[in-house]
T-cell receptor
């Protein structure tokens, strides 16, 4: 089946630093990818829609200057958490679907970010 | 997209069938029912989806009522590895490669 890979799986960083998370579709092309955030014992919340070759679309309440998204190719989207604070500590998950095919969404394994 | 309602949690004995209900009373004619699950600290995993007919695959069966206002996901022989949060999601069209709106889901605990 289709595979979406995230890297890193787990990262600890100091407050004020920036962290980049990669989301790759390994065996298919994805014009659109989605970034979710999940706090402990809560459900996934959509943060933004990443569009290849154009600007990302952010959900209400998500700061675009803090969560920078770049979708430079059909197989890679990156989420950069800038000037991270402890409250940004969360589980970040990306998803993608195959271009032009009616299929299910494929999710990455998630990235657990801890800001200390 | 139609809203779904699921029980917060359920227990199931290992080896027995797990039946997870989902209410989607406001579902419209072009909306599909999708099921995903999330094992602790992992990304969600697709299970099955359907429109109005019952569906079965290697993981589970999906039973959709005739009026389509509710459905049941059936894991025929639950194992300890099926312990997870199960999400029922209703989507327009047959393309879940789009964004998904997750509700609270059902936390299934499979016990030995």
């Amino acid at each position: 089946g289709a595979v979406v890979s995230q890297h890193p799986s787990w990262v600890i960083c100091k407050s004020g630093t920036s962290v980049k998370i990669e989301c790759r579709s390994l065996d298919f092309q994805a014009t659109t990818m989605f970034w979710y955030r999940q706090f402990p014992k809560q459900s996934l919340m959509l943060m933004a829609t990443s569009n290849e070759g154009s600007k990302a679309t952010y959900e209400q309440g998500v700061e675009k200057d803090k969560f920078l998204i770049n979708h430079a190719s059909l197989t890679l989207s990156t989420l950069t958490v800038t000037s991270a604070h402890p409250e940004d500590s969360s589980f970040y998950i990306c998803s993608a679907g195959r271009n032009g095919r009616n299929t299910e969404a494929f999710f990455g394994q998630g990235t657990r970010l801890t800001v200390v | 997209d139609a809203k779904t309602t699921q029980p917060t949690s359920m227990d199931c004995a290992e080896g027995r069938a797990a039946n997870l209900p989902c209410n989607h009373s406001t579902i419209s004619g072009n909306e599909y029912v999708y099921w995903y699950r999330q094992i602790h600290s992992q990304g969600p995993q697709y299970i099955i989806h359907g429109l109005k007919n019952n569906e079965t695959n290697e993981m589970a069966s999906l039973i959709i009522t005739e009026d389509r206002k509710s459905s049941t996901l059936i894991l025929p022989h639950a194992t300890l590895r099926d312990t997870a949060v199960y999400y029922c999601i209703v989507l327009i069209g047959n393309n879940a490669g789009n964004m998904l709106t997750f509700g609270g889901g059902t936390r299934l605990m499979v016990k030995p």
